[in-house]
């Protein structure tokens, strides 16, 4: 059931809850383009790991008014109050891909009530010193990207057509994707009902047009309004190593600037790898010390034996 809840401005935010009732919250933070329904677990699953997963709309996307000139940052103030609303004090969060930017947004500003991170195949901010930005990144991406630099009318022209695309047939995205796709990631997709749950996804994302994936795209490009440094709680970094939509350059330029950040880089993996990851990342956000404060201690990066623990991957 969908739960509309007041942003607190006049605007609205399109929630929904799987799992344990009781369980350890754990926010969902969507891709980009993306919606509250994108792929999770089975609600056995859920169970079985002892969690209540809550997924929500952002601003633009889905049932999820608008918020023009968003920053990645703004996330957490969104995250903060659906929490409140459901009476949540602590909770884990896992951004997946886009999602990945905003869920290290909480990490850095909800440091009192966010208990540990996850981001999955994130980009870095579009100012990351050091970093060549489009290395390894599809055409597909890379032109995107650009042209949020160059050109943002054209930018918003070419997503809104792509949206109209994605109403009319919701599979489109994904064969648009195809002839880029890596081997991991193909395997990944021809699931078909993975397959038809992303088309799903993608057309609620845009039932009402391309608003949040304009907004997804500004924002990453532009400053993301907190510090990396700043983040104090323990942060767990995965990338498939084959991705090209997200390199994982990304990732380890992360992992250098987020303090004591655990970083998985999993051989064999691409992209939509962190949709098979994600039951283990979700077992370490909900691991029983996670709520204690001498959690903190697995912040180190270089103790993989907690990690395989927990049943991810040492790479």
Known sequence: MVRLIDAGDGRKLAVE???APDGMPVFLLHGTPGSRSGPR????????????????DRPGYGRSDRQPGRTVADAARDVETIATALGVERFG??????????????????RRRVVRVAALVS????DADGLDWYGGMNDSNRREYRTTDDDVDF???????????????????????LPELERADRRVVEDVGLRRLLGQTYREAVRLGA????????????DWGFELPAIRVPVLLWHGA???????????????RIPGALLRVEPGLAHFGAVEI?????????????????AAGLRTAADPGRAAASGLPAG
């Open 17 to 19: 809850t799987w799992g």
């Open 242 to 256: 084959e991705d090209m939509f997200s390199p994982v350059g990304h990732t380890r330029w992360l992992a250098e």
């Open 155 to 177: 930018l918003a022209a070419d997503l809104i057509d792509r949206a109209k695309q994605i109403q009319e047939d919701p599979d489109s995205l994904v064969r648009r994707l």
């Open 123 to 126: 980009l870095a901010p579009g």
């Open 211 to 222: 608003d949040g994936w304009i907004d997804d795209v500004l924002a990453f490009r532009r």
């Open 41 to 56: 677990p089975r609600d056995i699953v859920l169970h079985r790991l002892g969690v209540r997963l809550i997924s929500y």
């Open 93 to 110: 969060v896992v951004g997946r891909s886009g999602g990945g930017p905003h869920a290290l947004a909480c990490a850095a500003r909800l």
């Open 278 to 294: 994600l039951p283990r990342i979700l077992a370490w956000i909900a691991e029983p010390a996670a709520s204690r404060p001498e």
